[in-house]
């Protein structure tokens, strides 16, 4: 590998920065992929399907005309920001440890977020905006808001909407939740930023527990993840 895309590399690894490395089996050559731009010389219909595969975290072997390319997907890890430590986190967080995030939990009410209730799970329980600006959500973290509370879920939710978030939900019912959108927009946020909020959080599975709405929540956050066709918002 050449010294200057080395150090591009590792700069964007230091950034938590996704990058795809690309390498042309026949010859050695390599390009790096990110979402916005390319290091180096590949055909279009290559970039693109390298970008798939680092969005799925799937590397491998890529065919283009008679040459095979490997990509090497440099992620950071997955991670899903909870805010709220209530009965729909203590099914959520187990389900998402399960499918390979990390998983953090912000409640500054010390009665809700204890070890008892939360087994193994980093609790922070400092105020949600405080904790989200230390956490820095990026491209590759999720943010769920739970706690129905103004006063918690909204300071949670303007840091993640200035941040790179991939997918950003908030409980609550349709009425709630144009309230919540008319808060953002006197606090300064624009429909374009709103519009990255899935509110009511969750796939409309007609769910009803709090397992089963953790579960409309975890599916829909997969489904963003790898940009499956959207589905319908739970109610």
Request: net charge negative; glycine share 6%.
């Amino acid at each position: 590998m050449k010294a200057a895309l080395f150090e591009t590399l590792q700069a964007a690894r230091s950034a938590k920065r996704p990058a795809a490395l690309v390498t042309a089996l026949s010859d050695g050559a390599q390009a790096l992929v990110f979402h916005d731009r390319v290091d180096g010389d590949l055909p279009e219909e290559l970039v693109l399907a390298a970008r798939t595969r680092l969005r799925d975290n799937a590397g491998g072997v890529l065919e283009h005309g008679d040459v095979r390319y490997f990509v090497d997907c440099h992620n950071p890890p997955l991670r899903i920001i909870v805010v709220g430590a209530v009965h729909i986190s203590q099914t959520l967080v187990p389900m998402a440890a399960i499918a390979g995030y990390e998983v953090i939990v912000i409640d500054p009410r010390a009665s809700f977020a204890t070890t008892d209730r939360f087994p193994n799970v980093r609790l922070l329980d400092d105020w949600p905006d405080e904790a989200m600006t230390t956490l820095a959500p990026d491209s590759r973290t999720a943010v769920v808001t739970l706690t129905h509370d103004p006063k918690l879920d909204d300071p949670a939710l303007e840091v993640a909407l200035k941040s790179d978030a991939f997918y950003i939900a908030c409980l609550g019912s349709r009425r709630t939740h144009a309230r919540r959108l008319d808060r953002l927009r006197d606090a300064g946020f624009d429909d374009a930023a709103l519009d990255r909020i899935h509110g009511p959080a969750g796939l409309a599975i007609g769910a009803v527990s709090p397992a089963e709405i953790a579960l409309s929540i975890l599916a829909e956050l997969t489904a963003v993840l790898h940009a499956a066709p959207a589905a319908s918002r739970a109610a």
